[in-house]
């Protein structure tokens, strides 16, 4: 079984940048599609972004576009999102999770790591 852990959120204030790791344990992605996803107070977690991570196939939600930028590390078997011109209304919660397939329910999550952007 995968387990998930993020690391990287942190205080910042806006117009800065934070990078987001989620690295995998128990096995390697291989053919999985790895998503962040985010949470802010009083709000539904909503998608950020996501990587197949063979196909390397990359989608953005329309809050992150431009800004944020998905990417992975087959060696060390973590995916990434760096965060740059962070606003206050990324502050959040932030999950990364993975499935198998495209379409298909997110199977494993990571206990999620906070942003705060102070304005």
């Known amino acids: 079984q995968v387990r998930l852990v993020e690391s990287g959120g942190g205080l910042v204030q806006a117009g800065g940048s934070l990078r987001l790791s989620c690295a995998a344990s128990?096995?390697?992605?291989?053919?999985?599609?790895v998503g962040w996803f985010r949470q802010a107070p009083g709000k539904e977690r909503e998608f950020v972004a996501r990587i197949h991570w063979s196909a390397g196939s990359i989608y953005y939600a329309d809050s992150a576009k431009g800004r944020f930028t998905i990417f992975r590390d087959n060696a060390k078997n973590t995916v990434y999102l760096q965060m740059n011109s962070l606003k206050s209304e990324d502050t959040g919660v932030y999950y990364c999770?993975?499935?198998?397939?495209?379409?298909?329910?997110?199977?494993?999550w990571g206990q999620g790591t906070q942003v705060t952007v102070s304005s």
């Open positions: 128990g096995r390697t992605f291989s053919n999985y599609e």
């Open positions: 999770a993975e499935r198998t397939a495209p379409g298909t329910t997110y199977q494993y």
